[in-house]
């Protein structure tokens, strides 16, 4: 039984039930992987014909509504013949998940509502600027969390919005101290810093997703990176409107980088947090892109937020040239607790 994979036009032959992984694996096909269970979504890939059936996975690499089939490899078995494209076989990442045990080292208020939390791992945790992590502060009390620095800093950073009567939330405001051990697990997520191209990046994000897009921002630096960013932060108002002195200290660092923030809600600007003061633009950070670029073919972008609005962007960028390939995102879903 053969498998054709695409983009590189190679032909394995396979076992009637055999995991897709495995089989790409021993014939040293390029893809990446990370958790081996179906959560990180890292070994995503197209089914373009042909059978193959996925046992399980985390619904994530579902929610972008498109016809097309996509299936988790490592999920995955083949039981026909079958065409895949595999993502990007320049770009492969191999993170090995892993838990590692932390130290809370910090504790601060970003906004009215958004903590930020500061980690020091016990052991160095491999990941790509991008992804995230999962948190366990307690056996009841666990939640996945994007990483806002890079893994070559000795601390990890993350942004928590405190949901009202929010269960994991509500241990962080009121529960969680400075010297309280944390355990992380990962790295999960797809949407991490592809740097082996040239093309203008386009990064949107929403609310605590500015986290992520921090951690790509300086992932860029580090890489030594030229591609041209522009960042379009959205907030509800002024007074949610964060890390705008970290923009532009990483704006200073990279010259390449310019930023947009859009409040969907008026509001005075002395509303914001702090002493950082920016423009703000009114209305959906969607439209707000929609008006500022005609074509952004040869772009990639990578959408960093609430799914409505992860969903809205990639059908606007979509429209407006960006491959579907290359537009990364890792949805926040909102777990009511």
């Given at each position: 039984?053969?498998?054709?994979?695409?983009?590189?036009?190679?032909?394995l032959d396979v076992?009637?039930?055999?995991?897709?992984?495995?089989?790409?694996?021993?014939?040293?096909?390029?893809?990446?992987?990370?958790?081996?269970?179906?959560?990180?979504?890292?070994?995503?890939?197209?089914?373009?014909?042909?059978?193959?059936?996925?046992?399980?996975?985390?619904?994530?690499?579902?929610?972008?509504?498109?016809?097309?089939?996509?299936?988790?490899?490592?999920?995955?078995?083949?039981?026909?013949?079958?065409?895949?494209?595999?993502?990007?076989?320049?770009?492969?990442?191999?993170?090995?998940?892993?838990?590692?045990?932390?130290?809370?080292?910090?504790?601060?208020?970003?906004?009215?509502?958004?903590?930020?939390?500061?980690?020091?791992?016990?052991?160095?945790?491999?990941?790509?600027?991008?992804?995230?992590?999962?948190?366990?502060?307690?056996?009841?009390?666990?939640?996945?969390?994007?990483?806002?620095?890079?893994?070559?800093?000795?601390?990890?950073?993350?942004?928590?919005?405190?949901?009202?009567?929010?269960?994991?939330?509500?241990?962080?405001?009121?529960?969680?101290?400075?010297?309280?051990?944390?355990?992380?697990?990962?790295?999960?997520?797809?949407?991490?810093?592809?740097?082996?191209?040239?093309?203008?990046?386009?990064?949107?994000a929403g609310g605590?997703?500015?986290?992520?897009?921090?951690?790509?921002?300086?992932?860029?630096?580090?890489?030594?990176?030229?591609?041209?960013?522009?960042?379009?932060?959205?907030?509800?108002?002024?007074?949610?409107?964060?890390?705008?002195?970290?923009?532009?200290?990483?704006?200073?660092?990279?010259?390449?980088?310019?930023?947009?923030?859009?409040?969907?809600?008026?509001?005075?600007?002395?509303?914001?947090?702090?002493?950082?003061?920016?423009?703000?633009?009114?209305?959906?950070?969607?439209e707000a892109v929609?008006?500022?670029?005609?074509?952004?073919?040869?772009?990639?972008?990578?959408?960093?937020?609430?799914?409505?609005?992860?969903?809205?962007?990639?059908?606007?960028?979509?429209?407006?040239?960006?491959?579907?390939?290359?537009?990364?995102?890792?949805?926040?879903?909102?777990?009511?607790?």
């Amino acid at each position: 039984m053969e498998i054709l994979v695409q983009p590189l036009g190679q032909r394995l032959d396979v076992r009637p039930g055999e995991n897709l992984l495995a089989a790409l694996q021993a014939s040293q096909v390029p893809i990446s992987y990370s958790c081996l269970s179906g959560r990180c979504g890292t070994c995503r890939c197209k089914v373009v014909e042909g059978d193959i059936h996925e046992h399980g996975g985390y619904a994530f690499h579902h929610g972008d509504h498109q016809p097309e089939r996509h299936v988790l490899a490592c999920q995955s078995v083949v039981t026909g013949p079958c065409v895949i494209e595999i993502p990007e076989p320049d770009e492969v990442v191999i993170h090995t998940a892993r838990i590692v045990k932390a130290t809370v080292t910090a504790i601060e208020n970003l906004t009215h509502d958004i903590r930020m939390i500061r980690l020091k791992p016990s052991k160095p945790l491999a990941f790509s600027p991008g992804q995230y992590a999962t948190l366990q502060f307690t056996p009841d009390h666990i939640r996945p969390y994007s990483m806002a620095r890079i893994a070559s800093d000795n601390e990890m950073e993350f942004h928590v919005r405190l949901v009202p009567d929010g269960r994991v939330t509500s241990y962080v405001r009121d529960v969680l101290k400075v010297g309280d051990a944390v355990r992380v697990s990962g790295p999960l997520g797809t949407s991490y810093l592809r740097t082996r191209n040239a093309d203008p990046i386009l990064c949107v994000a929403g609310g605590t997703g500015l986290a992520p897009v921090l951690s790509i921002i300086r992932g860029a630096i580090e890489a030594d990176m030229r591609n041209p960013i522009h960042l379009y932060f959205g907030v509800r108002s002024p007074r949610d409107a964060y890390g705008l002195d970290w923009l532009r200290q990483l704006s200073d660092q990279y010259p390449n980088l310019k930023t947009e923030v859009v409040a969907s809600l008026p509001g005075e600007h002395n509303d914001m947090h702090s002493n950082m003061r920016a423009e703000l633009r009114t209305g959906l950070v969607t439209e707000a892109v929609g008006k500022d670029f005609a074509d952004l073919s040869g772009w990639r972008s990578y959408l960093c937020g609430a799914p409505p609005m992860v969903e809205a962007a990639t059908r606007l960028l979509r429209q407006k040239g960006v491959k579907p390939e290359h537009i990364y995102a890792d949805a926040f879903y909102a777990s009511g607790t």
